[in-house]
């Protein structure tokens, strides 16, 4: 018993702690191919939006709260994408952008960058919407992550959420 427990330790001192060359390229292969199925900024925007149309009934007037990015002219083009996407999908009514930031300066509310829940309500129904949506724009690795929530403006309740990840293109 002593000579296996012996042989067991000697045998387990002798493996080498770096992982041997075929796990890393493993892991590469992996990361490759995560890459290679990431999305475009536009299919991003398109499938997060998709996450909630089987949620927000049609009809729904929307109000889109800004996106947060530390790339002013990204977090724009987002935003006016969603926009578009939404009338195009012919399935909501959306608030004009500039009534959004018409209300936001009326209010004293910074119209980009991180607004929180109550005030997302508190405006969405200042603009007439039955629902606000928001989100951000954040790095991770080498990837860009677009995350959104959409708000029900009479109760606070979120709604749907979408984190879909994207290649910058810049």
């Given amino acids: 018993?002593?000579?296996?427990?012996?042989?067991?330790?000697?045998?387990?001192?002798?493996?080498?702690?770096n992982p041997p060359?075929?796990?890393?390229?493993?892991?590469?292969?992996?990361q490759s191919v995560q890459i290679e199925h990431t999305l475009?900024?536009?299919?991003?925007?398109?499938?997060a939006l998709e996450d909630f149309y089987s949620v927000i009934p049609q009809g729904t007037i929307i109000?889109?709260?800004?996106?947060?990015?530390?790339?002013?002219?990204?977090?724009?083009?987002?935003?006016?994408?969603?926009?578009?996407?939404?009338v195009q999908s012919r399935r909501y009514r959306v608030v004009e952008r500039r009534d959004m930031e018409i209300i936001f300066g009326e209010q004293n509310?910074?119209?980009?960058?991180?607004?929180?829940?109550?005030?997302?309500v508190s405006i969405g129904r200042?603009?007439?919407?039955?629902?606000?949506?928001?989100?951000t724009i954040g790095p991770f690795a080498s990837l860009r992550?677009?995350?959104l929530r959409a708000l029900d403006v009479e109760s606070g309740i979120i709604l749907a959420a979408s984190s879909r990840s994207f290649i910058p293109v810049f």
């Fill in 40 to 47: 475009n900024l536009m299919e991003c925007i398109a499938a």
């Fill in 1 to 17: 018993m002593k000579v296996t427990l012996l042989l067991l330790i000697i045998f387990l001192a002798s493996c080498p702690s």
């Fill in 145 to 147: 992550y677009l995350n």
């Fill in 109 to 120: 509310f910074q119209y980009s960058g991180y607004v929180d829940d109550d005030t997302m």
């Fill in 21 to 30: 060359p075929m796990i890393e390229q493993e892991e590469q292969i992996i």
């Fill in 63 to 86: 109000g889109l709260i800004g996106i947060s990015s530390p790339d002013e002219f990204e977090a724009d083009f987002v935003q006016e994408q969603l926009i578009f996407n939404l």
């Fill in 126 to 135: 200042m603009a007439g919407a039955g629902v606000v949506i928001s989100g």
